[in-house]
């Protein structure tokens, strides 16, 4: 059964820091992973899907790699500003028709 | 493009009631799901369709939940009796591919359920 962690569970950083988001998942046979963004009382933005063949994809200030055999993905944001605040979830795919398995997701503040 | 409503957003209920919650996808999309999130956790999936039929409803707890997609495109979600525990958000998504190739899904703003 996969199962998706993501450390740390909160980060806070001043304006204009890069930053790195991480997430594990403990089966490695995925089809994609995809990266959200869920701002409080709303519902979840995809960020970035990353197919399994693909090692990295880039969107904007954000950056998101996936290393399979090691069952990890980071999520990269270069020059973080106060409107970055908000919980990042990650979110494996299975093969074989598995559904997405979600992280409890990393909650970020960025300070002006 | 208009996206993925639900209605309503805020319901609060006593335990032992019943609620309903309604979705309607994007346009064309073939797949909806229904997840549950609770507060500090990531979404749960309950429920997936592909057109009118069930793809997926392994984590539904059936003797309490049921769910339904009318004609392919709208989809009803019903908690009859509802617990404490099923205080949380309830999220409705939909994607334009099968389910099976995993791609991009869009998520509603979600229905926020409070049982007392």
């Known amino acids: 059964k996969q199962e998706v962690t993501q450390i740390p569970a909160a980060l806070s950083v001043p304006e204009g820091e890069n930053l790195v988001l991480n997430c594990s998942f403990t089966?490695?046979?995925?089809?994609?992973l995809q990266w959200f963004r869920q701002d409080p009382g709303k519902g979840l933005t995809s960020l970035l899907l990353?197919?399994?063949?693909?090692r990295e994809q880039t969107s904007g200030r954000l950056n998101a790699s996936l290393d399979k055999s090691s069952g990890r993905s980071t999520l990269y944001i270069a020059a973080s500003q106060p409107g970055d605040s908000a919980t990042y979830l990650c979110?494996?795919?299975?093969?074989?028709?598995?559904?997405?398995?979600f992280g409890p997701g990393t909650r970020l503040s960025v300070l002006p | 493009e208009a996206g993925v409503a639900q209605s309503p957003r805020y319901k609060i209920i006593e335990k032992r009631q019943s609620v309903a919650f309604w979705c309607n996808p994007i346009?064309?999309?073939?797949?909806l799901y229904w997840y549950q999130q609770i507060l500090g956790q990531g979404p749960k999936l309950l429920i997936q369709?592909?057109?009118?039929?069930?793809?997926?409803d392994s984590q539904l707890p059936k003797d309490r939940f049921s769910a339904e997609r009318l004609k392919g495109v709208d989809s009803t979600l019903k908690i009859q009796p509802a617990k404490l525990e099923d205080s949380a958000v309830y999220l409705c998504?939909?994607?334009?591919?099968?389910?099976?190739?995993?791609?991009?899904?869009?998520f509603g703003e979600g229905s926020w359920l409070t049982v007392v």
């Open positions: 998504a939909s994607s334009s591919g099968t389910g099976q190739t995993g791609n991009t899904i869009y």
């Open positions: 089966d490695s046979a995925i089809y994609n």
């Open positions: 990353i197919q399994s063949s693909q």
């Open positions: 979110a494996a795919h299975g093969n074989y028709g598995q559904n997405f398995v």
């Open positions: 346009s064309g999309h073939a797949t």
């Open positions: 369709f592909q057109n009118n039929g069930v793809v997926d």
